[in-house]
């Protein structure tokens, strides 16, 4: 059985960090990557990392977010830095298994104050 768990988020003010983690486990996993959404808003992609490490970001994070993977423990990890107000949102984390699909987390909360 495939599970999805991230944690990390919370409460930080402006120009603040967080590291958020996502372990998966149950499979074998490719792509595995950040997606979040603010309320009243869709579903934005954030970032993205194969198992050999390649990162893709949304032009909005370059810079200020890393995304960051240990294959080992089939767990990922997003470097939030220079946090703003704007990036409130519950943070979600995908997992893809060929031939399966991809997998979603419950998602971690992440308020940024001003």
């Known amino acids: 059985q495939v599970q999805v768990v991230e944690s990390g988020g919370g409460l930080v003010q402006a120009g603040g960090s967080l590291r958020l983690s996502c372990a998966a486990s149950g499979s074998t996993f490719g792509m595995m990557g950040w997606y979040r959404q603010a309320p009243g808003k869709q579903r934005e992609y954030v970032a993205d990392?194969?198992?050999?490490?390649?990162?893709a970001y949304a032009d909005s994070m370059k810079g200020r977010f890393t995304i960051s993977r240990d294959n080992a423990k089939n767990t990922v990890y997003l470097q939030m830095n220079s946090l703003k107000p704007e990036d409130t949102a519950v943070y979600y984390c995908?997992?893809?298994?060929?031939?399966?699909?991809?997998?979603w987390g419950q998602g971690t909360q992440v308020t940024v104050s001003s």
């Open positions: 990392i194969t198992s050999g490490g390649v990162a």
């Open positions: 995908s997992a893809r298994v060929s031939r399966a699909g991809t997998y």
